[in-house]
């Protein structure tokens, strides 16, 4: 798969297979996102994989994350959508693993954005690569609004949550979204 096939093939997705996700392909892809660009090269992400037991917890904290959305999604969205992403956070969408990013702890608002800057790359690549091998993944937002009760699930209160992210074997084909045009102001 070429770059701008995964690009625009890439989908995120809610429904999953039970089938289990190879551990190599997992360390194989974290290693490869490894690469994204980052602040002066500080790398500032750490990674926690989440199956079995620990998939479950996680999932237990996050499913309260329909809560904070409701409002939001009964104003944006058919009841269907509303009924969907609803169930998806009932359990991930059964998705085996779950990957949480944190990134460092930094003092001030400009280091601390570009911490997330350069988390957020890596992200991008782990979706993509994500998709190269197969795999259907989603960047759960949501799940900032239990950063307190992750991170100390996970032993890394002295870090920030970054994203939540389910994978899996998809169980379904989203449908492609559409895109809205890139507002473009060129300066000469």
Sequence with gaps: MDLIEAVKTRRSVRKYKPDVVPREVLHEIINLAKWAPSDMNTQPWEITVATGKSRDEIVKIMSKGIEPLRPLLRERFHPKVERETEAFFQNMGDAPVILIVTGDKRKGVIEQKVVIE??????????LLC????????WVGSSLHFEREILEYIGKTDRVLIAAISVGFSATTPPIPPRKEVRIDWLE
């Design 131 to 138: 998709h190269a091998q197969g795999l259907a993944a989603c």
């Design 118 to 127: 350069s988390c957020s790359a890596f992200i991008q690549n782990l979706l």
